[in-house]
């Protein structure tokens, strides 16, 4: 229901889209966010936004360079990343929740699968 696609090998100070498109059911209600999971690391909050899309969340690691969107006619939501970091290699996911707070990974509901991005230096 939610698939995760974007992901690559991109070097320091490149950008890259990531994007999550949503199926099966109507996620317009639904708060959607952004975690993601480096090698042998906890999963971390990257991002967040909220079903009407007027407010945003950003991680402090990722605030400036990230810009989270969506658009729910067309049932995705995508985040911008500038600035690209060897230390944002990750595997990347998205998630869709109606429980706050939009940090917290527990919160969510609904998984897609993960898309890896690699930032080489």
């Known amino acids: 229901q939610l698939q995760a696609s974007g992901g690559g090998l991109v070097q320091a100070g490149d950008s890259l889209r990531i994007s999550c498109t949503t199926s099966?059911?109507?996620?317009?209600?639904?708060?959607l966010g952004w975690f993601r999971q480096a090698p042998g690391k906890e999963r971390e909050f990257v991002a967040a936004i909220t079903s009407s899309g007027y407010i945003r969340y950003y991680a402090d690691s990722v605030k400036g360079r990230f810009t989270i969107s969506r658009d729910n006619a067309k049932n995705w939501v995508s985040p911008q990343m500038n600035s690209l970091k060897p230390e944002d290699t990750a595997v990347y996911y998205c998630?869709?929740?109606?429980?706050?707070?939009?940090?917290?990974?527990?919160?969510?509901?609904?998984w897609g699968q993960g898309t890896l991005v690699t930032v080489s230096s």
């Open positions: 998630a869709a929740g109606i429980n706050r707070p939009l940090t917290d990974y527990s919160k969510y509901d609904y």
């Open positions: 099966g059911r109507t996620f317009s209600s639904y708060d």
